[in-house]
């Protein structure tokens, strides 16, 4: 069985081992994790753990991968993991039901490639000082909502990223916190914020109004991770530049 005959026609079996012996964490499988887990998966990686706490809820059908109106209330990572299995029954796939907290031990130095596709606000600005401190390469999806033109997605290190209220956010919250990430790492962002239109939704206990959103828009940042990724790994992603890293 030749799942990767395309795959490997373009990138050599040199190519394939490397895709297929990186160790890869992803946290967040949402509407931005769980398509950029998919694209990983179909390209070769074979070694992928998926982190989120949530179960899919009937508003996620809209946009995220695991989610349809016979997975809603199950766990994502479960649900994203049979899927990935089904494509590649030889991959290691690890599914963690758990939130990323600070001081939480997921062994970010034993992967090769981290991931941050979460929302929350804290947990986000933690994993990202965490991440920057392992040696793995670290790669972020900023915020993908309130979107809809798909010209606009764009790549930037950090610190170089500008009209995304997530990344303005997020670094206003670590100089505020007197802590800076201790490298640089690349983005996908989008500078466009639209308005919502439509009446918000109660959200639940504890959870912020949720944003419009549209499943092409965090489909194409998942995707543009997932490129990222496969460029690292493959050694054709250009290092960002450190010299954007305030002293």
């Not at 990983?40 to 982190?51: A, D, E, K, Q, Y």
């Not at 900023?142 to 809809?148: E, S, V, W, Y």
């Not at 939704?201 to 109004?209: E, L, N, S």
């Given at each position: 069985?030749?799942?990767?005959?395309?795959?490997?026609?373009?990138?050599?079996?040199?190519?394939?081992?490397?895709?297929?012996?990186?160790?890869?964490?992803?946290?967040?499988?949402g509407?931005?994790?769980?398509?950029?887990?998919?694209?990983?998966?179909?390209?070769?990686?074979?070694?992928?753990?998926?982190?989120?706490?949530?179960?899919?809820?009937?508003?996620?059908?809209?946009?995220?991968?695991?989610?349809?109106?016979?997975?809603?209330?199950?766990?994502?990572?479960?649900?994203?993991?049979?899927?990935?299995?089904?494509?590649?029954?030889?991959?290691?796939i690890?599914?963690?039901?758990?939130?990323?907290?600070?001081?939480?031990?997921?062994?970010l130095?034993?992967?090769?490639v981290?991931?941050?596709?979460?929302?929350?606000?804290?947990?986000?600005?933690?994993?990202?000082?965490?991440?920057?401190?392992?040696?793995?390469?670290?790669?972020?999806?900023?915020?993908a909502?309130?979107?809809?033109?798909?010209?606009?997605?764009?790549?930037?290190?950090?610190?170089?990223?500008?009209?995304?209220?997530?990344?303005?956010?997020?670094?206003?919250?670590m100089?505020?916190?007197?802590?800076?990430?201790?490298?640089?790492?690349?983005c996908?962002?989008?500078?466009?914020?639209?308005?919502?239109?439509?009446?918000?939704?109660d959200?639940?206990?504890?959870?912020?109004?949720a944003?419009?959103?549209?499943?092409h828009?965090?489909?194409?940042?998942?995707?543009?991770?997932?490129?990222?990724v496969?460029?690292?790994?493959?050694?054709?992603?250009?290092?960002?530049?450190?010299?954007?890293?305030?002293?």
């Amino acid at each position: 069985m030749n799942l990767f005959v395309r795959t490997e026609r373009l990138v050599g079996p040199e190519g394939m081992e490397k895709l297929s012996a990186a160790r890869v964490i992803l946290f967040g499988t949402g509407g931005v994790g769980s398509w950029c887990a998919e694209a990983l998966v179909r390209s070769g990686i074979g070694r992928l753990t998926i982190v989120d706490p949530d179960c899919v809820d009937q508003s996620n059908i809209n946009r995220q991968l695991p989610a349809t109106t016979l997975t809603v209330g199950r766990p994502k990572v479960e649900v994203l993991q049979e899927r990935l299995l089904e494509i590649n029954p030889e991959a290691h796939i690890t599914a963690l039901r758990q939130r990323y907290q600070k001081g939480a031990d997921f062994g970010l130095q034993d992967y090769d490639v981290i991931i941050d596709a979460i929302d929350s606000l804290t947990d986000k600005m933690n994993l990202l000082l965490e991440a920057s401190a392992a040696p793995g390469k670290l790669y972020c999806s900023l915020g993908a909502a309130c979107k809809t033109d798909p010209t606009k997605v764009r790549v930037a290190e950090f610190f170089s990223v500008r009209g995304c209220p997530l990344g303005a956010a997020l670094r206003k919250k670590m100089r505020q916190n007197k802590t800076l990430p201790t490298k640089p790492f690349l983005c996908v962002y989008d500078d466009e914020v639209l308005p919502n239109l439509g009446a918000p939704q109660d959200p639940g206990p504890g959870k912020a109004v949720a944003n419009g959103t549209f499943a092409h828009i965090t489909g194409i940042f998942g995707f543009t991770l997932a490129g990222l990724v496969i460029q690292g790994i493959l050694g054709r992603c250009p290092s960002p530049d450190s010299s954007q890293i305030p002293d």
